[in-house]
């Protein structure tokens, strides 16, 4: 596997699939792109956390050449923590070590900066299967937001997790 650049109109229409109802958009974005995902909302989305957070959205491609995996990633300058956001992958490999491959390489790459020091991803612990990847690729928690966010009857958790450069990765 490796990471690249997301390429917009090389690899949305890949993407677009993956997330085909509601919740699971929910989990995924917390309602901050609108569902279901169209090319230029994303787009704007992109532009607009590019510009406020300095985000950049990468892809994970498995060996075949195939996207598997889609992230975004910025680093905070004054605490020097880099941030995951916005974690997916293609649901017809969910649950073959393919998000746990994308987030070490991801981290990896991360670290590559030596001004990293360490890098966090916030996930709604009702999403198990994501916070037991993250888990098995290193993170911990490092505090949790009881009800930070509502869905219909539903309220989720926010949950921090943290990866520290002292930890191993790999």
Same mark, same amino acid.
């Given at each position: 596997?490796?990471?690249?650049?997301?390429?917009?109109?090389?690899?949305?229409?890949?993407?677009?699939?993956?997330?085909?109802?509601?919740?699971?958009?929910?989990?995924?974005?917390?309602?901050?792109?609108?569902?279901?995902?169209?090319?230029?909302?994303?787009?704007?989305?992109?532009?607009?956390?590019?510009?406020?957070? @300095?985000?950049?959205? =990468? /892809?994970? $491609?498995?060996?075949?050449? %195939?996207?598997? #995996?889609?992230?975004?990633?910025?680093?905070?300058?004054?605490?020097?923590? @880099?941030?995951?956001? =916005? /974690?997916? $992958?293609?649901?017809?490999? %969910?649950?073959? #070590?393919?998000?746990?491959?994308?987030?070490?390489?991801?981290?990896?790459?991360?670290?590559?900066?030596?001004?990293?020091?360490?890098?966090?991803?916030?996930?709604?612990?009702?999403?198990?299967?994501?916070?037991?990847?993250?888990?098995?690729?290193?993170?911990?928690?490092?505090?949790?937001?009881?009800?930070?966010?509502?869905?219909?009857?539903?309220?989720?958790?926010?949950?921090?997790?943290?990866?520290?450069?002292?930890?191993?990765?790999?």
């Amino acid at each position: 596997m490796k990471i690249r650049a997301f390429d917009l109109d090389d690899d949305f229409d890949v993407i677009k699939t993956w997330i085909t109802d509601v919740r699971t958009h929910m989990m995924w974005c917390a309602n901050l792109i609108p569902y279901p995902l169209e090319k230029e909302k994303f787009r704007s989305f992109l532009s607009e956390i590019a510009g406020r957070f @300095g985000d950049s959205p =990468f /892809v994970a $491609v498995n060996d075949e050449g %195939r996207v598997v #995996g889609f992230y975004c990633y910025s680093l905070n300058h004054e605490i020097h923590e @880099g941030m995951l956001k =916005f /974690v997916m $992958v293609d649901a017809s490999v %969910r649950g073959k #070590g393919i998000g746990k491959e994308m987030i070490k390489l991801a981290v990896c790459k991360a670290f590559t900066d030596p001004e990293v020091l360490a890098v966090q991803l916030n996930v709604f612990p009702e999403n198990a299967r994501a916070k037991r990847c993250y888990e098995g690729s290193g993170f911990a928690e490092r505090h949790n937001t009881p009800d930070a966010f509502k869905y219909k009857d539903e309220s989720w958790g926010r949950c921090n997790m943290i990866i520290k450069r002292s930890i191993s990765v790999g």
